[in-house]
């Protein structure tokens, strides 16, 4: 009867130590899911505010006033436009073929 009283006593012991152990681990997967679910609210509300700023720095009006004040550009007029004329090309004449062959 002893015997089985602690053989009963060490399998309820483990059955605890388990039961803790579980637990313990449950908990810690549980912080480290919630920690990875707030890094990633993070991350998306950063790649929303560079999807924002990329927006605003492609605007028309930024690429005009870049333009103008870093690349010193002005807009296009008659008076500073410089057309390039291609000559025709010269054409040599082609030798008559003589008896079929070139």
Not at 56 to 69: E, H, N, S
Not at 86 to 93: I, S
Request: proline share 8%; net charge positive.
């Amino acid at each position: 009867m002893i015997r089985l009283n602690l053989v009963l006593l060490a399998a309820v012991l483990i059955s605890a130590f388990y039961l803790v152990h579980t637990q313990y681990e449950s908990r810690r997967l549980y912080t480290a899911l919630d920690r990875a679910q707030a890094q990633s609210r993070q991350l998306n509300v950063e790649y929303e505010q560079l999807v924002v700023q990329r927006r605003a720095q492609a605007t028309p009006a930024r690429v005009q006033q870049l333009a103008t004040r870093q690349l010193q550009m002005r807009p296009v007029t008659p008076g500073i436009t410089q057309y390039v004329v291609v000559p025709e090309p010269l054409v040599a004449p082609m030798p008559e073929a003589r008896g079929g062959r070139p």
